[in-house]
């Protein structure tokens, strides 16, 4: 049996679901500069905006929100969309907790949840995002038209048990 290595620098991290009274939160990271320059859909996301589609997000059997805790509070938000036979994995890290490993983290903790085939989709200049990705054992599989790339994590990754180095704590 393989034991999860903690690294003493990142504090454990753990993902719940999410919940309405989130919706501060996930609004602000949203609407975070880096965050929309990064996002597929850059626009300024108003309030009631934001609302309805967490609402919904929260409503929909295809989607998993989650949020990502540590010892300080919320970090980050995770989600899987199914579309068709795929989940298709996103991430977002709260901007005053960037560059402190916490994305990697949380992606590490979302493997753990075993959802399989998948993939995630990032803009080819999201350098952060594509470090996690292949640091998490995704590989490239598809470049797309706006500057998309699709990264694919071969199937016995998603699983917990069978790819023990999803477990470790490293910092990035």
Same mark, same amino acid.
């Given at each position: 049996?393989?034991?999860?290595?903690?690294?003493?620098?990142?504090?454990?991290? %753990?993902?719940?679901?999410?919940?309405?009274?989130?919706?501060?939160?996930?609004?602000? +990271?949203?609407?975070?500069?880096?965050?929309?320059?990064?996002?597929?859909?850059?626009?300024?996301?108003?309030?009631?905006?934001?609302?309805? +589609?967490?609402?919904?997000?929260?409503?929909?059997?295809? %989607?998993?929100?989650?949020?990502?805790?540590?010892?300080?509070?919320?970090?980050?938000?995770?989600?899987?969309?199914?579309?068709?036979?795929?989940?298709?994995?996103? +991430?977002?890290?709260?901007?005053?907790?960037?560059?402190?490993?916490?994305?990697?983290?949380?992606?590490?903790?979302?493997?753990?949840?075993?959802?399989?085939?998948?993939?995630?989709?990032?803009?080819?200049?999201? $350098?952060?995002?594509?470090?996690?990705?292949?640091?998490?054992?995704?590989?490239?599989?598809?470049?797309?038209?706006?500057?998309?790339?699709?990264?694919?994590?071969?199937?016995?990754?998603?699983?917990?048990?069978?790819?023990?180095?999803? $477990?470790?704590?490293?910092?990035?």
């Amino acid at each position: 049996m393989t034991r999860a290595i903690p690294n003493p620098i990142i504090p454990a991290m %753990r993902l719940r679901p999410a919940e309405l009274s989130d919706l501060s939160n996930l609004f602000l +990271w949203r609407n975070d500069a880096v965050t929309r320059q990064n996002s597929f859909h850059s626009n300024f996301v108003p309030l009631l905006d934001h609302t309805q +589609w967490l609402e919904a997000s929260l409503a929909n059997p295809s %989607r998993f929100l989650y949020i990502a805790e540590n010892e300080e509070g919320p970090v980050g938000t995770v989600r899987f969309d199914k579309v068709k036979d795929i989940y298709e994995l996103s +991430w977002t890290v709260a901007p005053e907790h960037r560059r402190k490993g916490y994305g990697r983290t949380m992606v590490q903790e979302a493997l753990k949840l075993g959802r399989a085939p998948l993939v995630c989709l990032i803009r080819s200049f999201n $350098q952060p995002s594509i470090k996690i990705a292949l640091a998490c054992g995704f590989v490239l599989a598809e470049t797309r038209e706006q500057d998309t790339l699709v990264f694919k994590l071969p199937s016995a990754q998603s699983k917990p048990t069978a790819h023990p180095q999803s $477990q470790l704590r490293i910092q990035a």
